[in-house]
């Protein structure tokens, strides 16, 4: 009994060793079959490119949007030259109503009548005959209707609209075929000094008499062109002048050429109804300033 214990003990024993055996065996086998990557040796590596040099500023022009290109600055409008032509003075003489400044004797201004001044914040108005109806006009005609008016710009030009027509028709609503004498004058009295819309009478004839103390010639003027007129009335031959409806301007730069001869024409002419206009307003001043006491 105890042999056959024994026996199956040491049979136990080897079965174990040689299992144990077998195991160690498959183990080294299956170690021996794993392959251990080979660590490449120095001078088997890939080489190492060489470090790249980058221009910075280079690079910031190229990543910088292309330059925009220069234009000239736009350029100012200037605004354009604005003349003292008839329309345009009487635009202005009605475009606010007119402030009374005075009346007064004409005479030291060499026009034996009354004067009357009138302003507003555009122009100076000096209104001639201003005690109603003149006798006679320049052109001695008998019983004669007539209106003489000097618009004055802020700087001092002069711009005199002179018309005369023959008794019974009245000058202030007579059609332009009627008028016996029509003149349209321009004279620069900026050289005289002194002048602002703010004169009262005294500033106003101090200003006029030294423009008529300047020598002729030095200003620009503008004025209807005219021819001599021969006439014999018995043993007396005279000359006189007689306008010919077209503007002529000496001493004048050229652009204020161009536009009184051709603004200033225009006008004698074929007067727009702007100058109706102003005359039914000069017939409403005269009816005025007449009551006014003079100076």
Request: glycine share 6%.
């Amino acid at each position: 009994m105890m042999r056959r214990l024994q026996d199956a003990r040491t049979t136990g024993i080897s079965k174990v060793s040689s299992c144990v055996a077998h195991l160690s065996l498959f183990l080294l086998a299956a170690g021996c079959s794993r392959q251990t990557p080979s660590v490449p040796q120095p001078s088997e590596r890939a080489p190492v490119p060489p470090p790249v040099s980058v221009d910075l500023r280079a690079a910031a022009h190229d990543a910088a949007p292309p330059p925009r290109e220069k234009t000239a600055p736009p350029a100012r409008s200037t605004p354009a030259k604005v003349f003292w032509t008839p329309e345009h003075a009487i635009a202005m003489a009605l475009a606010e109503p007119l402030e009374f400044v005075g009346r007064f004797d004409g005479k030291d201004l060499g026009l034996h009548a009354k004067i009357c001044l009138w302003r507003n914040t555009h122009v100076m108005l000096r209104v001639d005959y201003c005690s109603g109806v003149a006798a006679l006009g320049i052109a001695n005609a008998p019983a004669a209707w007539v209106t003489g008016t000097k618009i004055y710009s802020p700087r001092g030009e002069e711009v005199a609209l002179y018309a005369e027509v023959r008794s019974p028709a009245s000058v202030y609503s007579a059609p332009r075929s009627a008028y016996i004498m029509f003149n349209v004058e321009y004279q620069d009295r900026t050289a005289a000094g002194g002048f602002h819309l703010d004169l009262d009478v005294d500033g106003y004839s101090t200003f006029v008499q030294t423009a008529m103390a300047l020598r002729s010639g030095t200003y620009p003027v503008c004025f209807e062109d005219f021819e001599w007129i021969t006439e014999q009335r018995g043993n007396i031959t005279s000359r006189r002048t007689r306008g010919i409806g077209r503007i002529r301007c000496d001493n004048s730069p050229r652009d204020l050429r161009e536009v009184w001869t051709r603004e200033g024409t225009k006008y004698l002419q074929d007067p727009p109804s702007l100058w109706f206009t102003y005359l039914a307003t000069i017939e409403t001043l005269v009816n005025e300033g007449q009551h006014r006491p003079a100076r």
